[in-house]
C-alpha cells in the first residue's frame, strides 16, 4: 500500500471516529515494554534482540464493547546479520539500530463486556487494529562511531532522493485489560505493524558501484554500504536486501490506566427505591 493511501485511511478514520464520542468516559495512561524488528537483518524472526520502548495512551470508551486508543510511543529496534544462521547474510555482515517514534490511531473490540466499577464485567481480552505514522533514522557502527545510514546513500541513492524519514503503516493486534480497581486498570498488549518502507533498516535493494559512491558519498559511505570484508563480494546489481518484502516492527507492554466518568451502578441498587 502507499504511503498516500495509508496516510488518507489513517486521517479519515481519525475524522470519523471524532464523530462517535457519545462515549461513557475515557481513560488517560502510559506503558512500558519492549520493541522487535524484523527484515532482512532479521529474517529469522528472532526475538533474541529487543529493544526498550514506551509511550502515553489516550482512550475513548463508546461502551462495554468498542473503543479508540491514540498512542505516542518511543522504542529502538535493530538487527545484526552476525545473528543469522544464514551463510550469505553472515556474509554480508550489515548491522543497524534505529530510534521509532511512533503516533497511533486504533480501534479495540472487548470479547467480553467491560465496565469500570463492576463487580463481574472487570476482565476482557481485546483485538484492535488502527494505523500508525513513525519517524525512524536507521544507524550503524564503524570504527567506534555511529553513522547515519540515510543520508550516505548505501544504495547508490542520488543526493536528494534518499528514502523518507518517516513512513506509515497497518496495525494489528490484541491484548487484555483488566481493573484493579474502579479507577485504575492494567492492560497486557501487543500490536504488529505492517509498514510501507523497506528501509528500518538501510537494506533493500541491491549493491550500487561502490567506486560511483565513494566518488558522490564519501568513503564511509562505501565501507557501512559492504561491510563483508570479502573482494569481489559486493558487485553492482548483487542483491543486498528484498524490497518486495517490507519491513515490520512490533511494541510489547503493560500499562497503567486511569478512568475519568462515571461509574456503572451495581445491579442490585439499579432498581432499588
Known amino acids: 500500500m502507499k ?43 528472532s526475538l533474541l534482540e529487543p529493544g526498550i520502548a514506551g509511550g502515553v495512551n489516550f482512550r475513548l470508551l463508546f461502551n462495554e464493547r468498542i473503543s479508540m486508543k491514540t498512542m505516542l510511543s518511543y522504542g529502538t529496534v535493530k538487527g545484526d546479520d552476525g545473528d543469522s544462521y544464514n551463510t550469505f547474510e553472515k556474509q554480508r555482515n550489515l ?22 466499577g463492576s463487580s463481574t464485567d472487570y476482565f476482557t481480552p481485546y483485538l484492535l487494529t488502527g494505523l500508525d ?7 550503524a557502527k564503524l570504527n567506534g562511531k555511529w553513522y547515519s545510514l540515510r543520508e550516505l546513500g548505501t544504495e547508490g541513492q542520488a543526493l536528494g532522493e534518499e528514502y523518507f524519514e518517516y513512513a506509515a503503516g497497518l496495525v494489528v493486534g490484541g491484548g487484555i485489560k483488566w481493573d484493579i480497581n474502579h479507577i485504575l486498570s492494567v ?4 500490536s504488529y505493524r505492517f509498514i510501507s518502507t523497506d528501509y528500518l533498516d538501510d537494506v533493500s535493494t541491491s549493491y550500487p558501484n561502490m567506486q560511483e559512491l565513494s566518488t558522490l558519498r564519501g568513503e564511509i ?24 518484502d517490507k519491513d515490520k516492527f512490533s511494541f510489547v507492554g503493560v500499562s497503567l490506566m486511569y478512568y475519568f466518568g462515571s461509574l456503572e451502578c451495581p445491579p442490585i441498587n439499579k432498581y432499588s427505591f
Not at 559511505?221 to 518486495?244: C, E, T, Y
Open 133 to 139: 505514522i513513525f519517524y525512524y533514522n536507521p544507524k
Open 95 to 116: 548491522s543497524f539500530k534505529s530510534p521509532v517514534v511512533d503516533f497511533t490511531h486504533q480501534f479495540e473490540f472487548n470479547f467480553l463486556p467491560y465496565i469500570h
Open 3 to 45: 504511503i498516500r493511501n495509508i496516510v488518507f485511511l489513517f486521517v479519515f478514520i481519525f475524522g470519523f471516529s471524532n464523530q462517535l464520542i457519545s462515549q461513557k468516559g475515557y481513560e488517560l495512561g502510559g506503558w512500558l515494554g519492549i520493541s522487535n524488528y524484523f527484515g532482512e537483518l532479521n529474517s529469522g524472526f
Open 221 to 244: 559511505a562505501k565501507q557501512l554500504s559492504d561491510r563483508s570484508g570479502i573482494p569481489g563480494f559486493a558487485v553492482q546489481g548483487k542483491q543486498r536486501g528484498n524490497s518486495r
Open 187 to 190: 492492560n497486557l498488549e501487543m
